[in-house]
C-alpha cells in the first residue's frame, strides 16, 4: 500500500470525519490519497486558521481536530494557531509535508524545521524517517493528543516517505514508555482536603478550563451543590458551571469582577481545579489570605503549584477526583457565606459609560436572551473578548471559545467556521473587534464556499481598543499605533462574500438586524459602530 494512502486509512480508523487545510507541492500525494476518501476535506485561505478551524472542530465535537498544510511557509503559517491550541490544552492532529528525505538540512526549495520551530508548544512530534512506522505514529498522536491534558502533536511526512510502499496494519493500542498519565488523584490527598473542607468557614472553588477538557461540569455541579461550595472561574473556565446557578459567582481576573476577585481574597480555603492560575486570572487580586488553604486540582503535576503555593496538591483528571469528593462530602455550613457574596454581587454598581453609538455590554445581554441555550459563541481577543465574557450568559449547553492562553487575535472567525462543521444544526455566533476581523476576514470566502449560516458581530471602534486601554493605563492616554481610522467598508467586503450585512448605530437597530440573522439561512454580518473611547469595565 502506497505510505499516503496507510495515512487515510490510519486516519479513518481514527474515526476522522474532516481535515481543514491548504495543499502546496510536498503535501500532494496525501492529498492525491485525501481525494478519493470520505474525509470531507475544508479548503481554508490561510493555512493559520486551518490550524484555528481544527482547534475550533475539536472544542465543538471532543474530538482531536485534524489540519494540514505543505512544508516551509504553509507549515510556519501554522505555527500561531498550535501555539493557541497549546496554550488552551485542545487536542488536534498536525500533518506537515516535508521536502524529501536527502534534501533536508540542505535550506532547499520551502524547507523549515518545523519539529524544531514547534517543539516548545506541541506536546509531542515526529518527523517521520521509516514510511513503515506511519500506521504506529498516527495512533501514537491520536493518543497523546487526547489524553491526560489534551494538546497539539505534529507528524512532518517528507514527500518521498509519503510515496513509499509500505505493509499496512494499524495498531490495536497504544504503548508509550514514560507516558502514563494520572487519572485517579491519590486517595490520601483527596482525604486530607476533604478533612480542610469540613473545617472551613468560606470555601471556594475556582475552575479552568481544565473542568471542560475533562468533561467534568456534570461532577462540578454536582459537587457544588451537595457540599453548597459557590463557585469562580477564569476566561477559560467560563461556561464549566451555568451561570443561573445558585452557586455560580463569577469570572476572576484582571478583566473579571471586583466582587470575585474579592470573594477570592475573603475566602479561607481555595480548591483550584483545571486552571494554572495565571497572570491575567490573578490580576485583579491583592495578596491572597495568608490563613488561606489552598488545594490544586490538575491533571498535569507541571500545573500544580507553579504559580501560586499549594497546600494541597492532587494530580488527577478532574471528572475523576470532583466524582470521589461528591461521593464523600457532606453539606458545609455556608449559608452565611453565600448570603455575603450575593450582597457583595449586588453592591457592585455597573459603570454606565454613556454613548451616542452601540453599547456592546447591552447588545451582548440582548444576544444573550433571544439565542437559544444550544449556541456556540467564539470570541476573538481584544476588547470584544472581555464584553462578551462579562456580558454573555452561559447556560444550558452554551458553549464559548475563545484564545485564552495565547491570546491570538483572528482566532473567532475560523474557530466559528469549525464549530458550524462540527455542528451544523446549530446557531454558531463569532464576535470580532475590527482588528481581529481583519487578520483572518479572508475565511469569509470559506463561509460562502461551504453555505455556512454563521452570524458575524463585528464591534467597530475603529482602532485597536484593548491596547488603547493600556496606552491609557500606563502612559497617560499617549496613543500611539492603535489607531484604524482608514478601516475599509467592511459591509461591502461582506457582501462581496456573499453574506447578507447590515450596518447599525443603535441598539434598535441592532435588535432588528439580529432578529434577521437569527432567521437567515445563510451567513449574517452585522458592524456594529462603537465609541473608540467605550472602555471593557
Given at each position: 500500500?502506497?505510505?499516503?494512502?496507510?495515512?487515510?486509512?490510519?486516519?479513518?480508523?481514527?474515526?476522522?470525519?474532516?481535515?481543514?487545510?491548504?495543499?502546496?507541492?510536498?503535501?500532494?500525494?496525501?492529498?492525491?490519497?485525501?481525494?478519493t476518501?470520505?474525509?470531507?476535506?475544508?479548503?481554508?485561505?490561510?493555512?493559520?486558521?486551518?490550524?484555528?478551524?481544527?482547534?475550533?472542530?475539536?472544542?465543538?465535537?471532543?474530538?482531536?481536530?485534524?489540519?494540514?498544510?505543505?512544508?516551509?511557509?504553509?507549515?510556519?503559517?501554522?505555527?500561531?494557531?498550535?501555539?493557541?491550541?497549546?496554550?488552551?490544552?485542545?487536542p488536534?492532529?498536525?500533518?506537515?509535508?516535508?521536502?524529501?528525505?536527502?534534501?533536508?538540512?540542505?535550506?532547499?526549495?520551502?524547507?523549515?524545521d518545523?519539529?524544531?520551530?514547534?517543539?516548545?508548544?506541541?506536546?509531542?512530534?515526529?518527523l517521520?524517517?521509516?514510511?513503515?512506522?506511519?500506521?504506529?505514529?498516527?495512533?501514537?498522536?491520536?493518543?497523546?493528543?487526547?489524553?491526560?491534558?489534551?494538546?497539539?502533536?505534529l507528524?512532518?511526512?517528507?514527500?518521498?516517505i509519503?510515496?513509499?510502499?509500505?505493509?499496512?496494519?494499524?495498531?490495536?493500542?497504544?504503548?508509550?514508555t514514560?507516558?502514563?498519565?494520572?487519572?485517579?488523584?491519590?486517595?490520601?490527598?483527596?482525604?486530607?482536603?476533604?478533612?480542610?473542607?469540613?473545617?472551613?468557614?468560606?470555601?471556594?472553588?475556582?475552575?479552568?478550563?481544565?473542568?471542560?477538557?475533562?468533561?467534568?461540569?456534570?461532577?462540578?455541579?454536582?459537587?457544588?451543590?451537595?457540599?453548597?461550595?459557590?463557585?469562580?472561574?477564569?476566561?477559560?473556565?467560563?461556561?464549566?458551571?451555568?451561570?443561573?446557578?445558585?452557586?455560580?459567582?463569577?469570572?476572576?481576573?484582571?478583566?473579571?469582577?471586583?466582587?470575585?476577585?474579592?470573594?477570592?481574597?475573603?475566602?479561607?480555603?481555595?480548591?483550584?481545579?483545571?486552571?494554572?492560575?495565571?497572570?491575567?486570572?490573578?490580576?485583579?487580586?491583592?495578596?491572597?489570605?495568608?490563613?488561606?488553604?489552598?488545594?490544586?486540582?490538575?491533571?498535569?503535576?507541571?500545573?500544580?503549584?507553579?504559580?501560586?503555593?499549594?497546600?494541597?496538591?492532587?494530580?488527577?483528571?478532574?471528572?475523576?477526583?470532583?466524582?470521589?469528593?461528591?461521593?464523600?462530602?457532606?453539606?458545609l455550613?455556608?449559608?452565611?457565606?453565600?448570603?455575603?457574596?450575593?450582597?457583595?454581587?449586588?453592591?457592585?454598581?455597573?459603570?454606565?459609560?454613556?454613548?451616542?453609538?452601540?453599547?456592546?455590554?447591552?447588545?451582548?445581554?440582548?444576544?444573550?436572551?433571544?439565542?437559544?441555550?444550544?449556541?456556540?459563541l467564539?470570541?476573538?481577543?481584544?476588547?470584544?473578548?472581555?464584553?462578551?465574557?462579562?456580558n454573555?450568559?452561559?447556560?444550558?449547553?452554551?458553549?464559548?471559545?475563545?484564545?485564552g492562553?495565547?491570546?491570538?487575535?483572528?482566532?473567532?472567525?475560523?474557530?466559528?467556521?469549525?464549530?458550524?462543521?462540527?455542528?451544523?444544526?446549530?446557531?454558531?455566533?463569532?464576535?470580532?473587534?475590527?482588528?481581529?476581523?481583519?487578520?483572518?476576514?479572508?475565511?469569509?470566502?470559506?463561509?460562502?464556499?461551504?453555505?455556512?449560516?454563521?452570524?458575524?458581530?463585528?464591534?467597530?471602534?475603529?482602532?485597536?481598543?484593548?491596547?488603547?486601554?493600556?496606552?491609557?493605563?500606563?502612559?497617560?492616554?499617549?496613543?500611539?499605533?492603535?489607531?484604524?481610522?482608514?478601516?475599509?467598508?467592511?459591509?461591502?467586503?461582506?457582501?462581496?462574500?456573499?453574506?447578507?450585512?447590515?450596518?447599525?448605530?443603535?441598539?434598535?437597530?441592532?435588535?432588528?438586524?439580529?432578529?434577521?440573522?437569527?432567521?437567515?439561512?445563510?451567513?449574517?454580518?452585522?458592524?456594529?459602530?462603537?465609541?473608540?473611547?467605550?472602555?471593557?469595565?
Amino acid at each position: 500500500m502506497r505510505a499516503s494512502d496507510a495515512i487515510i486509512k490510519s486516519l479513518e480508523a481514527e474515526k476522522v470525519h474532516m481535515i481543514f487545510g491548504y495543499p502546496g507541492g510536498a503535501v500532494l500525494p496525501f492529498y492525491d490519497s485525501l481525494r478519493t476518501s470520505n474525509i470531507k476535506h475544508i479548503l481554508v485561505r490561510h493555512e493559520q486558521s486551518a490550524a484555528h478551524s481544527a482547534s475550533g472542530y475539536a472544542r465543538a465535537t471532543g474530538k482531536v481536530g485534524v489540519c494540514t498544510a505543505t512544508s516551509g511557509p504553509g507549515a510556519t503559517n501554522l505555527i500561531t494557531g498550535i501555539a493557541t491550541a497549546y496554550m488552551d490544552s485542545i487536542p488536534f492532529v498536525i500533518i506537515t509535508g516535508q521536502v524529501n528525505s536527502n534534501f533536508i538540512g540542505k535550506d532547499v526549495f520551502q524547507e523549515a524545521d518545523i519539529t524544531g520551530a514547534t517543539e516548545p508548544f506541541t506536546k509531542h512530534n515526529y518527523l517521520v524517517k521509516n514510511a513503515q512506522d506511519l500506521p504506529t505514529i498516527i495512533k501514537e498522536a491520536f493518543y497523546i493528543a487526547s489524553s491526560g491534558r489534551p494538546g497539539p502533536v505534529l507528524i512532518d511526512i517528507p514527500v518521498d516517505i509519503q510515496q513509499e510502499q509500505i505493509k499496512y496494519e494499524y495498531p490495536k493500542s497504544v504503548n508509550i514508555t514514560g507516558y502514563k498519565p494520572t487519572y485517579e488523584g491519590h486517595a490520601g490527598q483527596i482525604k486530607r482536603a476533604l478533612q480542610r473542607l469540613k473545617s472551613s468557614k468560606k470555601p471556594l472553588i475556582c475552575v479552568g478550563g481544565g473542568i471542560i477538557c475533562a468533561k467534568a461540569s456534570k461532577e462540578l455541579k454536582a459537587f457544588s451543590e451537595k457540599a453548597k461550595i459557590p463557585v469562580v472561574h477564569t476566561l477559560m473556565g467560563i461556561g464549566a458551571l451555568p451561570s443561573d446557578s445558585p452557586y455560580y459567582v463569577g469570572m476572576v481576573g484582571s478583566h473579571g469582577h471586583s466582587f470575585s476577585n474579592q470573594v477570592v481574597m475573603e475566602s479561607d480555603l481555595l480548591m483550584i481545579i483545571g486552571t494554572r492560575v495565571g497572570d491575567r486570572a490573578t490580576a485583579g487580586m491583592k495578596l491572597l489570605n495568608e490563613k488561606q488553604n489552598i488545594i490544586h486540582v490538575d491533571i498535569d503535576p507541571a500545573e500544580v503549584g507553579k504559580n501560586i503555593d499549594t497546600t494541597i496538591p492532587i494530580v488527577g483528571d478532574a471528572k475523576n477526583i470532583l466524582k470521589q469528593f461528591s461521593n464523600k462530602c457532606t453539606a458545609l455550613q455556608t449559608d452565611q457565606w453565600l448570603e455575603k457574596i450575593n450582597e457583595m454581587k449586588k453592591n457592585e454598581p455597573e459603570k454606565i459609560i454613556p454613548t451616542n453609538a452601540i453599547n456592546p455590554k447591552e447588545a451582548l445581554k440582548f444576544l444573550s436572551q433571544v439565542v437559544d441555550d444550544d449556541v456556540i459563541l467564539t470570541a476573538d481577543v481584544g476588547q470584544n473578548q472581555i464584553w462578551t465574557a462579562r456580558n454573555f450568559e452561559i447556560k444550558g449547553n452554551r458553549k464559548f471559545f475563545t484564545s485564552g492562553g495565547l491570546g491570538t487575535m483572528g482566532y473567532s472567525l475560523p474557530a466559528a467556521i469549525g464549530a458550524k462543521l462540527a455542528s451544523p444544526e446549530k446557531t454558531v455566533v463569532s464576535v470580532v473587534g475590527d482588528g481581529g476581523f481583519q487578520m483572518s476576514l479572508s475565511e469569509l470566502g470559506t463561509i460562502l464556499e461551504n453555505d455556512l449560516n454563521i452570524i458575524i458581530l463585528l464591534f467597530n471602534n475603529s482602532g485597536l481598543g484593548m491596547v488603547r486601554e493600556l496606552q491609557d493605563l500606563h502612559y497617560e492616554g499617549k496613543y500611539f499605533g492603535v489607531s484604524l481610522n482608514k478601516n475599509p467598508d467592511f459591509v461591502k467586503i461582506a457582501e462581496a462574500y456573499g453574506l447578507s450585512a447590515k450596518k447599525v448605530t443603535t441598539q434598535k437597530e441592532f435588535e432588528k438586524a439580529l432578529q434577521e440573522a437569527l432567521n437567515s439561512k445563510k451567513g449574517y454580518f452585522i458592524e456594529c459602530v462603537v465609541d473608540s473611547d467605550f472602555s471593557t469595565i
